[in-house]
């Protein structure tokens, strides 16, 4: 597989599982001071910039945007906001109603009271609009307790009204017709780039809405074999450092 060489303007990049090998897993820092070098280059117009997109909260995306000098907007609780970092402007998605938010506070009622002692977890905080549940066990227990903790929440969320993926540490629960593919067409409406001008970089199935609609995707080694099956390029390398191999390569195309 190789990356597409037509034209790039934006490369937009999951978080965990990307530039972060997970939730409780320490950072490797020698990767990420080179994708900082590169932003730093994007801000003098010699290199593609590149953006965050992740189910986490405003706080997480902007520690993680201010690491690596990222100041264009990026897409924040699966496509419910942008947050501009240069602004610092939150942004909400249009089709986001006050219903929406209300209908998701009862959701959370629900599951606390059904879904706790089948599948002990805990809800992730600082979250506007989204759902986000992370089972109680230890990093590397996460992956099975993920996918026992996503079916019983499939049994409680009414797919007319809310959309649930999961990542590699959590459950995530988003109003219908908010994804990370919607987040991307918001954030080309608000930048004024085309989709077909990204590049998209994820690795769990939570991330195809977005991979799918890029103009290019990629993925780093670590991806789940799904990503890997559909993107248009897989790094030898995982996590941070696939992300650079990937970055790399497409500045150098």
Same mark, same amino acid.
């Given at each position: 597989m190789?990356?597409?060489?037509?034209?790039? @303007?934006?490369?937009?990049?999951?978080?965990?599982?990307?530039?972060?090998? /997970?939730?409780?897993?320490?950072?490797?820092? &020698?990767?990420?001071?080179?994708?900082?070098k590169?932003?730093?280059?994007a801000?003098?117009?010699?290199a593609?910039?590149?953006?965050?997109?992740?189910?986490?909260?405003?706080?997480?995306?902007?520690?993680?945007?201010?690491?690596?000098?990222v100041?264009?907007?990026?897409?924040?609780e699966n496509?419910?906001?942008? %947050?501009?970092? /240069?602004?610092?402007?939150f942004i909400?998605?249009?089709?986001?109603?006050?219903?929406? $938010?209300?209908?998701?506070?009862?959701?959370?009622?629900?599951l606390?009271?059904?879904?706790? @002692?089948?599948?002990?977890?805990?809800i992730? +905080?600082g979250?506007?609009?989204?759902? !986000?549940?992370?089972?109680?066990?230890? +990093?590397? %227990? %996460? @992956?099975?307790?993920?996918k026992?903790?996503f079916?019983?929440?499939?049994? %409680?969320?009414d797919p007319?009204?809310?959309?649930?993926?999961h !990542?590699? !540490? &959590?459950?995530? $629960?988003t109003?219908?017709g908010?994804?990370k &593919? &919607? /987040?991307l067409?918001?954030?080309s409406?608000?930048?004024?780039?085309? =989709?077909?001008?990204?590049l998209?970089?994820?690795?769990?199935? /939570?991330?195809l809405?977005?991979?799918? $609609?890029?103009?290019?995707s990629?993925? +780093?080694s670590?991806?789940?074999?799904?990503?890997?099956r559909?993107?248009?390029y897989? @790094?030898?390398?995982?996590?941070?450092y696939?992300?650079?191999d $990937?970055?790399?390569? =497409?500045?150098? !195309?």
């Open positions: 190789t990356l597409n060489k037509n034209k790039i @303007s934006l490369i937009v990049c999951d978080i965990e599982g990307c530039i972060s090998p /997970g939730k409780g897993r320490p950072l490797d820092l &020698a990767p990420l001071a080179q994708i900082e590169h932003n730093q280059l801000q003098k117009g010699e593609i910039p590149l953006v965050l997109c992740s189910g986490r909260p405003q706080a997480f995306i902007e520690a993680f945007a201010q690491m690596l000098a100041t264009l907007p990026c897409i924040c496509g419910a906001f942008l %947050y501009d970092m /240069g602004k610092d402007k909400r998605h249009p089709h986001i109603t006050n219903e929406h $938010i209300q209908n998701l506070k009862k959701l959370k009622n629900l606390e009271c059904e879904v706790q @002692s089948k599948v002990p977890h805990k992730e +905080p979250k506007e609009i989204c759902l !986000s549940l992370n089972p109680i066990t230890e +990093p590397k %227990y %996460y @992956s099975p307790k993920i026992e903790l079916e019983q929440v499939s049994r %409680y969320v007319d009204l809310f959309f649930i993926t !990542s590699a !540490s &959590a459950v995530d $629960i109003p219908k908010i994804d &593919a &919607a /987040g067409h918001f954030l409406e608000i930048m004024d780039i085309p =989709i077909k001008e990204m998209g970089i994820g690795d769990t199935a /939570g991330d809405p977005f991979l799918r $609609i890029a103009g290019c990629a993925a +780093p670590n991806a789940t074999e799904v990503v890997c559909e993107v248009n897989v @790094s030898s390398q995982p996590h941070a696939g992300v650079f $990937i970055i790399s390569k =497409i500045n150098n !195309s």
